[in-house]
C-alpha cells in the first residue's frame, strides 16, 4: 500500500513538473505575441491620427504621428505619408527623402512613374541650391558613415552635399572597414549601397565592399566577390532614354530634309506647269495646265509644312537629349563658380568659388 502511494506521489510530482515545464516554454511566446499586436495596434492608431491631422491642414501633427507609426510598424504607405507631409509644408528635402523611401519599400508601385517625377522634380529644386541628395545604406545597419574623412552619422543616412567626386568610408565593429571614391551628379539624388564583410583585418579594406542593386538582390560582383562599388541612381535609365531621344531626333531632321526636297521638287514642277499655261493658245489646254500647276502648288505647300514641322520636332529632340550631358557639365561647372552650403551633423560650410 505505501509503494502504491508512493509510486502516485511520485506520478503527480512528474506530471506538475511537466506542467510547468509547458507554462514555461509557453508563457515567453505569448507575451512576445502580445507585445507585437500591441505594437502593431498602436502603429495604426498614430497612422491614424496621422491621417486625420493631414486632413484638418496640421501638417506637423501629421508629420510626428506618421513617423511614430513608421518607427513602430515600417511601410512603404506610412513612408509615402510621411514626403506628402512634408511636401504640404514645403519641405523639399525631406519630401525627398521619403519619396525615395517609398520607392524602395514598394519597387513595383503603381505609382511609381508619378512618384519618379516627384522625385525628379524635388531633386532638381534642391540642385538649384548648389546641392543634391545621397543616401548611404550599409549592412551590417549601424554602421559609421564618413565623407572625405567627415563623420556624418551610423547607416543607413540621407543627407544633402555638394555634387562632385567624394570619398566614402564605412566602419563596423567586427567587419573590415571598407572606402571607396564615388561621384554625385548635380541632377539628380543617389543611394549609396554597400555590403561590409565580416573580419578583423584592415589591410583588406577594398574587398569588404560590394554593391547591392535596389531591388535587393545581390550583384554578379557580390557573388563572386569581386570589388565593384557603385552609385545605384534613383531614377534610373536617363541615357537610355536620351540615345532613344537622340535617335528620333536625327530620325526627324532626316524626314524633314526630304519632305523639303520634296517641295522643292514640287515647286519647280509647278513652274513648269505655270509656263505651259501661259503657252496654251486654246482654253482647253490652259486650264488642265492651270490645274497641274494647282495641284502641284498645294502639294509643295504640304510637303514644306511637313518638312518644317518635322526639322522642329528633330531640333527639340536633340535639345531634350542633350539634357543630361547639359547637366553633368553643369555639375563640372558648378565646381568652378557658386555659391554652395552644406551641412553634415555639427557642422554647416558655405563655399563660394569662381574666377576672380
Same mark, same amino acid.
Not at 169 to 180: D, S, T, V
Given at each position: 500500500m505505501n509503494s502504491l502511494c508512493a509510486a502516485?506521489?511520485?506520478g503527480l510530482c512528474v506530471a506538475s513538473l511537466s506542467s510547468a515545464r509547458a507554462d514555461a516554454t509557453s508563457g515567453p511566446v505569448a507575451v512576445s505575441q502580445q507585445v507585437r499586436d500591441r505594437t502593431t495596434e498602436e502603429a495604426r492608431n498614430q497612422?491614424?491620427?496621422?491621417?486625420?491631422?493631414?486632413?484638418? !491642414?496640421?501638417?506637423?501633427?501629421?508629420?510626428? +504621428?506618421?513617423?511614430?507609426?513608421?518607427?513602430?510598424?515600417p511601410s512603404s504607405e506610412t513612408a509615402f505619408?510621411?514626403?506628402?507631409?512634408?511636401?504640404?509644408?514645403? #519641405?523639399?528635402?525631406?519630401?525627398?527623402?521619403?519619396?525615395?523611401?517609398y520607392l524602395r519599400r514598394s519597387p513595383g508601385a503603381n505609382d511609381r512613374e508619378g512618384v519618379t517625377k516627384r522625385i525628379a522634380k524635388l531633386s532638381q529644386k534642391i540642385g538649384l541650391r548648389g546641392v543634391q541628395q545621397i543616401s548611404f545604406i550599409v549592412s551590417p545597419a549601424g554602421s559609421?558613415?564618413?565623407?572625405?574623412?567627415?563623420?556624418?552619422?551610423a547607416a543607413p543616412v540621407t543627407l544633402e552635399m555638394r555634387p562632385g567626386k567624394h570619398t566614402v568610408?564605412? %566602419?563596423? +565593429? !567586427?567587419?573590415?572597414?571598407?572606402?571607396?571614391d564615388f561621384e554625385l551628379p548635380a541632377d539628380r539624388p543617389v543611394d549609396v549601397v554597400a555590403k561590409l564583410a565580416q573580419g578583423k583585418d584592415p589591410r583588406n579594406t577594398n574587398s569588404a565592399i560590394s554593391s547591392v542593386p $535596389?531591388? !535587393? $538582390?545581390?550583384?554578379e560582383s557580390e557573388a563572386s566577390g569581386s570589388v565593384d562599388p557603385r552609385i545605384a541612381p534613383t531614377d534610373v535609365a536617363t541615357s537610355k532614354r536620351s540615345s532613344l531621344t537622340r535617335t528620333i531626333g536625327f530620325a526627324a531632321l532626316g524626314a524633314s530634309v526630304a519632305a523639303i526636297g520634296g517641295a522643292i521638287t514640287l515647286e519647280v514642277m509647278r513652274s513648269r506647269a505655270e #509656263?505651259?499655261?501661259? %503657252?496654251?493658245?486654246? $482654253?482647253? !489646254?490652259?486650264?488642265?495646265?492651270?490645274?497641274?500647276?494647282k495641284s502641284r502648288q498645294t502639294m509643295a505647300r504640304v510637303f514644306a509644312g511637313a518638312g518644317g514641322a518635322l526639322a522642329a520636332l528633330g531640333g527639340v529632340m536633340l535639345v531634350v537629349a542633350s539634357g543630361a550631358s547639359s547637366s553633368e557639365r553643369a555639375a563640372t561647372a558648378s565646381k568652378r563658380e557658386g555659391l554652395a552650403f552644406s551641412c553634415m551633423p555639427g557642422k554647416c560650410n558655405a563655399m563660394y568659388s569662381g574666377k576672380f
Open positions: 502516485i506521489a511520485f497612422h491614424r491620427a496621422g491621417v486625420e491631422a493631414f486632413a484638418a !491642414g496640421q501638417y506637423e501633427d501629421a508629420i510626428a +504621428a506618421f513617423l511614430t507609426a513608421d518607427a513602430l510598424h505619408n510621411i514626403a506628402k507631409a512634408y511636401e504640404a509644408q514645403n #519641405d523639399d528635402s525631406h519630401a525627398l527623402e521619403y519619396y525615395r523611401e559609421a558613415v564618413l565623407v572625405d574623412s567627415e563623420p556624418i552619422g568610408e564605412f %566602419r563596423k +565593429a !567586427g567587419y573590415q572597414p571598407a572606402q571607396f $535596389q531591388s !535587393g $538582390q545581390a550583384s #509656263d505651259e499655261a501661259k %503657252r496654251q493658245t486654246d $482654253q482647253i !489646254g490652259y486650264s488642265e495646265a492651270l490645274e497641274r500647276m
